[in-house]
């Protein structure tokens, strides 16, 4: 996403971080800080958002490093923190870490692992977390019960109906949770718990929330397409949002699954 911070990582951050990602990083961060651990790695940290909770909660003395893909999301994340708050933001691919075997006590991925091979980055999350470490993730559950993107895909079908945008399909495509777990179990994880967590949130700007969505890499894929105004994808977005779920505020239903596990001592 380099060279479109104002148009697509600020939206995101701004107005689908509270919506989407706030409450279930905090969740994250509570469930993290309540084992103490003194070296944390945070995978997909995007703009920051559960890094910032992490950091709010963990030890003093504890270190956490937060690695993203995009240099451009980094940045943001950046810049809500002071220095000497013991974080590190890093460029690095989830499936190649660059950190030496065994370094870690925790590590942490919400709503990453949809975007990267899981094999692989699961493997390297079993290589870099010490004996006794744990690894959470979340992923989304599916379109059904989650509209930004089921709601989505019915307003870009009716302006692309022979080839719709492609990237929202990818967060919710990831909620099966046997292939998950037996991927985990596989690759020596034990245990593997899982919960399924529905939280809702209420919306004041439905606008600025469907604008935010088109504005994701989707606004790219709108543009190759060519001949629709976004802006007008935005108000049909918008528009569907008030009918199904009302507005004044829009009481937004979503709903997520989280995986928490752990590296066997040895």
Same mark, same amino acid.
């Given at each position: 996403?380099?060279?479109?911070?104002?148009?697509?990582?600020?939206?995101?951050?701004?107005?689908?971080?509270?919506?989407?990602?706030?409450?279930?990083?905090?969740?994250?961060?509570?469930?993290?800080?309540?084992?103490?651990?003194?070296?944390?790695?945070?995978?997909?940290?995007?703009?920051?958002?559960?890094?910032?909770?992490?950091?709010? @909660? +963990?030890?003093?003395?504890?270190?956490?490093?937060?690695?993203?893909?995009?240099?451009?999301?980094?940045?943001?994340?950046?810049? #809500?923190?002071?220095?000497?708050?013991?974080?590190? %933001?890093?460029?690095?691919?989830?499936?190649?870490?660059?950190?030496?075997?065994?370094?870690?006590?925790?590590?942490?991925?919400?709503?990453?692992?949809?975007?990267?091979?899981?094999?692989?980055?699961?493997?390297?999350?079993?290589?870099?977390?010490?004996?006794?470490?744990?690894?959470?993730?979340?992923?989304?559950?599916?379109?059904?019960?989650?509209?930004?993107?089921? @709601?989505?895909?019915?307003?870009?079908?009716?302006?692309?109906?022979?080839?719709?945008?492609? %990237? +929202?399909?990818?967060?919710?495509?990831?909620?099966?949770?046997?292939?998950? #777990?037996?991927?985990?179990?596989?690759?020596?994880?034990?245990?593997?718990?899982?919960?399924?967590?529905?939280?809702?949130?209420?919306? @004041?700007?439905?606008?600025?929330?469907?604008?935010? @969505?088109?504005?994701?890499?989707?606004?790219?894929?709108?543009?190759?397409?060519?001949?629709?105004?976004?802006?007008?994808?935005? #108000?049909?977005?918008?528009?569907?949002?008030? #009918?199904?779920?009302?507005?004044?505020?829009?009481?937004?239903?979503?709903?997520?699954?989280?995986?928490?596990?752990?590296?066997?001592?040895?």
């Amino acid at each position: 996403m380099a060279g479109y911070v104002d148009e697509v990582v600020i939206p995101y951050d701004r107005d689908l971080g509270p919506v989407l990602f706030e409450h279930y990083g905090a969740d994250t961060a509570r469930r993290v800080a309540e084992q103490a651990p003194v070296d944390v790695l945070e995978i997909a940290a995007g703009t920051g958002i559960v890094t910032r909770h992490l950091r709010n @909660l +963990l030890a003093k003395e504890a270190h956490l490093t937060a690695i993203d893909i995009s240099e451009t999301m980094m940045d943001v994340a950046r810049q #809500k923190f002071q220095p000497g708050e013991q974080v590190t %933001f890093q460029t690095a691919d989830a499936t190649a870490l660059p950190f030496a075997d065994e370094v870690f006590d925790a590590v942490v991925c919400q709503f990453g692992i949809m975007f990267f091979d899981r094999d692989k980055g699961f493997c390297e999350v079993y290589r870099t977390l010490k004996p006794g470490g744990r690894y959470l993730f979340r992923v989304w559950d599916s379109a059904r019960y989650n509209p930004f993107a089921s @709601l989505s895909f019915e307003v870009l079908k009716r302006y692309f109906p022979s080839d719709p945008p492609q %990237f +929202l399909f990818d967060p919710v495509s990831c909620h099966q949770i046997d292939p998950l #777990k037996e991927q985990l179990l596989q690759i020596g994880f034990d245990p593997v718990v899982i919960s399924v967590q529905r939280h809702e949130y209420d919306i @004041l700007d439905v606008t600025a929330f469907a604008r935010a @969505l088109v504005y994701t890499p989707v606004i790219f894929e709108i543009r190759d397409r060519g001949g629709v105004d976004p802006e007008e994808i935005v #108000k049909e977005l918008a528009d569907a949002f008030k #009918k199904e779920f009302g507005s004044s505020p829009m009481r937004y239903p979503m709903q997520a699954i989280l995986f928490e596990t752990e590296k066997p001592q040895a």
